[in-house]
């Protein structure tokens, strides 16, 4: 929770700190499809992210994927989000990925062949807009 908490509200707004509590505490629940990675540096948690599969639609869903600020721009995002395709690629290897992430935030998915299929103004609140982005499998 702290690496989350330190990423409001710039990444992230209040309102979400709940929700990503209820999240976490869904993922203690046995859901088969469901995956979740941490990212430690000496025995602390830096990073998370995961994915959800949704079978039925042969699609990926990013879920809930951040690093503590405290250690942006040191190349831990980049990991986490390789780690994840590289995860998906070999379990669902047909499967298009989706996410949605803010304004300050799509360009780094750009990098990596997502592509921005939606822009919501104010998506998540005043000033914080939501791009819904794909990167379809193959790429």
């Not at 929770?1 to 999240?23: G, H, K, L």
């Not at 088969?32 to 990073?47: K, P, T």
């Not at 942006?72 to 379990?91: C, N, S, V």
Request: hydrophobic share 35%; proline share 1%.
């Amino acid at each position: 929770m702290e690496a989350f908490v330190s990423n409001v509200p710039d990444y992230f707004t209040s309102a979400e700190i709940v929700q990503f509590e209820d999240w976490l505490d869904k993922m203690s629940e046995e859901r088969m499809y469901w995956h979740y990675y941490v990212v430690l540096s000496e025995d602390s948690l830096i990073g998370c992210g995961g994915f959800v599969y949704e079978e039925k639609l042969s699609r990926v869903t990013f879920a809930w994927g951040l690093v503590h600020r405290n250690f942006h721009k040191q190349g831990m995002g980049k990991l986490l989000l390789q780690y994840r395709l590289d995860r998906i690629r070999t379990l669902y290897p047909g499967a298009d990925i989706i996410l949605d992430t803010t304004q300050f935030s799509y360009t780094f998915f750009e990098q990596y062949g997502f592509v921005t299929v939606k822009y919501t103004e104010d998506g998540y609140t005043t000033g914080m807009h939501r791009y819904d982005m794909i990167l379809y499998a193959g790429k």
